[in-house]
């Protein structure tokens, strides 16, 4: 534990940060994770829906720096390459 005021303060700021960022972390999953389910179902209207959603939400953890930029533009890429093969069939 620290002794150091300042430390002590970081402690519980680090503390919030992480809380916040696991809870736009497990949204995040679960946007994707319904994409897919509307996906594999074969439901294009709604998985068109969820792509913008999880476009959307991928985006803006981006900017809040919860996740990396490139890594949100990299799952961005690969949902929409999935919903393009899934709109040809």
């Known amino acids: 534990m620290a002794n150091i005021k300042s430390a002590k303060k970081r402690i519980g700021v680090i503390a919030k940060k992480t809380a916040r960022n696991k809870r736009i972390k ?3 999953k679960a946007v994707i994770k319904n994409f897919e389910k ?3 179902v074969g439901d294009l209207v709604t998985a068109k829906e969820k792509l913008s959603l999880a476009e959307k939400k ?4 981006a900017a809040k720096n919860t996740i990396h930029a490139n890594a ?4 961005v890429s690969r949902l929409t390459k999935r919903f393009n093969a899934a709109n040809v069939k």
């Not at 949100?72 to 799952?75: M, N």
Request: charged share 35%; aromatic share 0%; proline share 0%.
């Open 38 to 40: 509307a996906l594999s």
């Open 26 to 28: 497990d949204h995040l």
């Open 72 to 75: 949100a533009s990299r799952k």
């Open 58 to 61: 991928l985006k803006k953890a």
